[in-house]
T-cell receptor, first 116, second 113 residues
Framework: AQKVTQAQTEISVVEKEDVTLDCVYE???????LFWYKQPPSGELVFLIR??????QNEISGRYSWNFQKSTSSFNFTITASQVVDSAVYFC?????????????FGTGTRLTVIP | DAGVIQSPRHEVTEMGQEVTLRCKPI?????LFWYRQTMMRGLELLIY????????DSGMPEDRFSAKMPNASFSTLKIQPSEPRDSAVYFC???????????FGDGTRLSIL
């Protein structure tokens, strides 16, 4: 069975603070893919990143960074120097397919509020 | 820009009415996905198409729901008759390429009174 757990339901930080959003997953597949999506208050879902299970290198994109650790089945997301525009619900997702076709399992999301 | 246009953005209608949600993928690979997002159940895949053919519709809640993709640039999700529990945000998503992740449209917020 595949499962994604985002234990943090809501997080509030003050602008310029760093924040880490946790994602823990369960899967029996040896090959799998992990995703992060952002849903701002306007409601759309924005793709942020995809990682495959064979690539444990951390990734950095501007203020965003992702830490993938197979040993703990985690794929955490850190925002450095948070900004008000980062306020959104963030979803972690898991799939056995690189496109997520047929089986893109989403976590319940973490609502991040960045206070000015 | 996800390259997916959904219409309408908001729909409010009375129970029992037929509802049609539309999705126009502007470009990209020929796979298309319909999702539903609710507070109780989160994001759920309803159906997905490849080459205009439904591949998996096991997520469609019941016979009141139907989806079509008559061509590569248009798909509809229809609910007939609608019920209050169908109230949700419905997303359409596509692939930008054959091995690319899904990119979502802006969604349709549906309210059934």
């Amino acid at each position: 069975a595949q499962k994604v757990t985002q234990a943090q339901t809501e997080i509030s930080v003050v602008e310029k603070e760093d924040v880490t959003l946790d994602c823990v997953y369960e899967t029996r597949d040896t090959t799998y893919y992990l995703f992060w999506y952002k849903q701002p208050p306007s409601g759309e879902l924005v793709f942020l990143i995809r990682r495959n299970s064979f690539d444990e290198q951390n990734e950095i994109s501007g203020r965003y960074s992702w830490n993938f650790q197979k040993s703990t089945s985690s794929f955490n997301f850190t925002i450095t120097a948070s900004q008000v525009v980062d306020s959104a619900v963030y979803f972690c997702a898991l799939s056995a397919d690189q496109t997520g076709a047929n089986n893109l399992f989403f976590g319940t999301g973490t609502r991040l509020t960045v206070i000015p | 820009d996800a390259g997916v246009i959904q219409s309408p953005r908001h729909e409010v209608t009375e129970m029992g009415q037929e509802v049609t949600l539309r999705c126009k993928p502007i470009s990209g690979h020929n796979s298309l996905f319909w999702y539903r997002q609710t507070m109780m159940r989160g994001l759920e895949l309803l159906i997905y198409f490849n080459n205009n053919v439904p591949i998996d519709d096991s997520g469609m809640p019941e016979d009141r729901f139907s989806a079509k993709m008559p061509n590569a640039s248009f798909s509809t999700l229809k609910i007939q008759p609608s019920e209050p529990r169908d109230s949700a945000v419905y997303f359409c998503a596509r692939l930008r390429g054959p091995r690319q992740p899904q990119h979502f449209g802006d969604g349709t917020r549906l309210s059934i009174l």
